[in-house]
Nanobody, 124 residues
Framework: QVQLVESGGGLVQAGGSLRLSCAAS????????MGWFRQAPGKEREFVAA????????YYADSVKGRFTISRDNAKNTVYLQMNSLKPEDTAVYYC?????????????????WGQGTQVTVSS
């Protein structure tokens, strides 16, 4: 079992930055690939970014590529999402997720554990 707790969300103006954190419980954090997803009001949940277990590989949705950076610190059991050049369309609840399988996951069904989410609101 892995419990995930997101933090770092908030209200920011367009063009600003936020860094989301996701703290994981347990001693096997390094054995999970991690991902970030988001869900805007009235829309389906969508993939944002993923990182492999060993920090060797990352993958981003086209909508955030070049603006967002996913990273992890296995010693701190934490995964991060640095978000720069934020746009109003980035407004959503952001969720981190843990995946037991090999490789990066790009879809929600590929992940086994989810956090409760943190709200990010970008004003124009």
């Amino acid at each position: 079992q892995v419990q995930l707790v997101e933090s770092g969300g908030g209200l920011v103006q367009a063009g600003g930055s936020l860094r989301l954190s996701c703290a994981a419980s347990g001693r096997t954090f390094s054995s999970y690939a991690m991902g970030w997803f988001r869900q805007a009001p009235g829309k389906e949940r969508e993939f944002v970014a993923a990182i492999s277990r060993s920090v060797g590989s990352t993958y981003y949705a086209d909508s955030v590529k070049g603006r967002f950076t996913i990273s992890r610190d296995n010693a701190k059991n934490t995964v991060y999402l640095q978000m720069n050049s934020l746009k109003p369309e980035d407004t959503a609840v952001y969720y981190c997720a843990a995946r037991r399988g090999y490789g990066l996951g790009y879809a929600g069904y590929q992940y086994d554990y989810w956090g409760q989410g943190t709200q990010v609101t970008v004003s124009s």
